[in-house]
């Protein structure tokens, strides 16, 4: 849990690709990232309505094609897994940890537990977000192709999460 908390709170790449090579090795005797994406597309993932094209364990590579419907699929499908208990404590947490600390921060309690994802005039947010009546909502967010600073878009996203939160 410990690695996973770190590459999920500090956006460790170099973990995320290494996770993938490993889990490879772990499939058959070849460390290939590629083995390891294929064998979670066709298994994990099969049922997905819309097949992503995944290039990379980082996230990093623009090859990497996931629409927010593929983003809330896996995210409901870890939902449903391992338990908002264990998810909560590894993604970061709005206006507490990891990428989030600035961010989506709750009084008292944080009301987001998400992901984000940069690259340039890129930037993604996609996890849970509970509700003020207790309901888990699941999102995701893809801004593309801005030419104004970050915050701004932060700042945006920040007010309709805080308007779903009050309203459901």
Known sequence: DSLYKRLMQESDNFIAEQLLMVSSFVLSDTIS????????LDS????????PRWVDGSGLSRYNLFTPSSMVYVL???????????????????????TLEDWYAGNPHPYVFAKSGTLGNTY?????L????????????MNNHYLE???RIKARMQTVLE???DSY
């Open 44 to 51: 994990y993932l099969s049922d997905m309505a819309y097949k």
């Open 149 to 151: 600073p970050s915050s």
């Open 124 to 128: 993604c947010l996609s996890g849970y």
């Open 130 to 141: 509970i509700s003020k009546s207790g309901n888990i909502l699941i999102f995701s967010f």
């Open 163 to 165: 308007r779903i939160r």
């Open 76 to 98: 409901k499908k870890l939902l449903d897994e391992k338990g908002k208990v264990w998810l909560f404590s590894i993604f970061p947490s709005g206006g507490k940890n990891g």
């Open 33 to 40: 990232s590629g083995l390891a994406r294929d064998f979670v």
